[in-house]
């Protein structure tokens, strides 16, 4: 494998892997604070499809950005109003979301747009484009270094560069601040976080409303940067494989980006290497495609080791009287 080829490959790594780590960090600060969130799937696809939706009406992706996180935060208001405040099942309730976004979408969509459950292509400003960095195209002739920087570094779009500028802003909020410190103490002792005099009921929303921010960039990126346009069910189980991330990453932020990159570079390796070729056996291209899903299995069966979720996760809080 040349150095083109290799870039290529890294390349379509890191923009796969943006809604991976978008999602996965969205689950990372939801189960922080004690609420399992299987919906992740489900807003990212509601806001795939506003987002794209509100982009072609308007001719501006940004307003697409707006109307895909408003939309998840929607769905994640009534998660937890339905895990928090009436206490249900925090499981039942992600599922119910990924079903109402599963079919609201396409039948919105075709509601709207006549064309099958599915938007128009999104063209121009109606579309994040990439953004190459400064002295890009100059520095592109140095051996190495040059074309990493002009081929993988350079060349994405703004969605990008916020998800990864988050892992950091992620880990500092979590670990430097007194927020990140309630919240993480809400999903291990939310009995004492309520004896200091701070609201469970409080930081658990918060998380939650994060949450949907996350999901709704993530959504986003599908539909307005990734793809131009919203199809049906075209997080295609990302959300479901962030949740692998985030137990393979232990719930910690840099190896949540770890986790992601390695699942993006097998998504990666699924599109760019098809039809390949051993000695007069053709490995089919459906196989292939699977890869990503059986590998997801395969390394949380057996690399993952002993994952500790939070102690108070997936449970309830009724206040002591």
């Known amino acids: 494998m040349d150095l083109n080829t290799l870039l290529l490959v890294l390349d379509s790594t890191v923009r796969l892997a943006t809604p991976l780590l978008l999602a996965c960090l969205a689950g990372l600060y939801s189960e922080r604070a004690g609420i399992f969130d299987i919906g992740l799937e489900g807003k990212m696809l509601m806001a795939a499809f506003f987002s794209a939706a509100v982009a072609f009406v308007t001719g501006s992706a940004w307003l697409g950005l707006l109307a895909g996180i408003a939309s998840s935060m929607v769905l994640s208001a009534i998660h937890g109003l339905a895990s928090i405040t009436f206490r249900g099942n925090q499981l039942i309730s992600g599922v119910a979301i990924n079903f109402l976004a599963a079919g609201m ?64 802003f992620t880990w500092w909020l979590l670990f430097r601040t007194r927020f990140g410190l309630r919240l993480r103490a809400v999903g291990e002792n939310p009995e004492s976080v309520d004896t200091a005099g701070v609201s469970v009921i409080g930081l658990r929303f918060a998380a939650v409303a994060i949450a949907g921010i996350l999901c709704g960039i993530a959504g986003a990126y599908l539909g307005t940067a990734l793809q131009a346009g919203f ?32 699942f993006g570079l097998l998504q990666a390796i699924a599109v760019r290497f098809q039809n390949i070729d051993l000695g007069g056996f053709v490995i089919p291209v459906q196989f292939m495609e699977a890869l990503p899903y059986i590998l997801t299995v395969v390394i949380l069966a057996g690399f993952v080791g002993k994952a500790i979720p939070p102690r108070a996760g997936g449970e309830p809080y009724v206040k002591e009287r």
């Not at 570094?153 to 500028?165: C, D, K, N, R």
């Not at 049906?232 to 985030?246: E, N, P």
């Open 105 to 168: 979408t396409v039948v919105v969509a075709q509601s709207w747009f006549k064309q099958g459950g599915r938007t128009p292509s999104l063209q121009g400003d109606a579309r994040f484009n990439p953004i190459d960095l400064p002295l890009a195209e100059t520095l592109s002739g140095i051996p190495l270094l040059g074309p990493i920087y002009h081929e993988l570094l350079s060349g994405h779009t703004v969605l990008v560069y916020i998800a990864f500028a988050a892992v950091p």
């Open 231 to 262: 199809v049906k069910d075209m997080t295609a189980g990302r959300g479901f494989i962030a949740l692998a991330a985030l137990i393979f990453a232990k719930w910690r932020p840099w190896y949540a980006l770890s986790a992601t990159l390695l």
